[in-house]
């Protein structure tokens, strides 16, 4: 088996703090929105965005890919593509996951579409089912399916501004002091979305180091 690895994004998640604060990793291959030629060849396996929060009980994880997809197209899995969710929770911040949550789509019998996640901390060590659901056991969840995509984006604003070269670092809306347009309005993207307790991963820190990659098996 030969894999690939597409994507790296990494957030950093404290349980003390409502917000995730994004870091870069170094020799990190990065792309999102199919903004990387390399990625528009395989859309299926392009990581779009990674979401990470928490609530006062769970932890939320939600891994979007194949992006840029009409409104009025099908859902789209691939058997071959690996996802993973990994999680650094020992509080050195070396990057190094001591949790691997691997999300793998396949087909029954009658072609229908499933979803499986694995690895997932504390008692629940798989999840699978039917994709478009929301498959449960206890305060473990997981869901595949189309949605709209979330990321808000003013395309129009961003070109305006590298074009003008503002000197005091002022930033465009869509031309000048215009209002905001999401160039992704109207554009659905593929999810997955991991909701499991968070202290199943605390491991007695207060800060969570999370990324996502996907990677393609070569034909056997």
């Not at 859309?43 to 006062?56: K, V």
């Not at 650094?88 to 996640?117: C, L, P, S």
């Not at 869901?143 to 070109?159: M, T, V």
């Amino acid at each position: 088996m030969k894999n690939k690895t597409l994507l790296l994004a990494i957030a950093s998640l404290g349980f003390g703090t409502a917000g995730i604060t994004a870091l870069c990793p170094q020799n990190a291959d990065a792309a999102d929105h199919a903004e990387a030629p390399g990625t528009q060849a395989d859309p299926i396996a392009d990581i779009n965005d990674l979401y990470a929060w928490h609530t006062a009980d769970s932890l939320v994880a939600i891994v979007t890919f194949n992006p840029l997809m009409a409104a009025a197209s099908a859902a789209q899995y691939d058997g071959d593509v690996r996802y993973v969710v990994h999680i650094d929770n020992d509080g050195d911040i070396d990057n190094g996951a001591e949790v691997e949550i691997d999300v793998r789509f396949g087909q029954n019998t009658a072609g229908a579409w499933g979803v499986r996640a694995m690895g997932l901390p504390g008692g629940t060590a798989m999840l699978s089912g039917a994709v478009d659901s929301t498959i449960s056991e206890g305060d473990y969840h997981l869901y595949a399916g189309q949605k709209d995509d979330p990321f808000f984006f003013d395309l129009a604003g961003f070109n305006s501004t590298l074009a003008s070269d503002n000197a005091d670092g002022s930033v465009d809306f869509s031309g000048f002091g215009g209002t905001p347009v999401d160039a992704l309005a109207g554009l659905n993207t593929m999810a997955i979305v991991l909701e499991f307790p968070s202290a199943a991963v605390a491991n007695g820190t207060n800060s969570l180091n999370i990324w996502a990659t996907s990677s393609r098996a070569a034909a056997q």
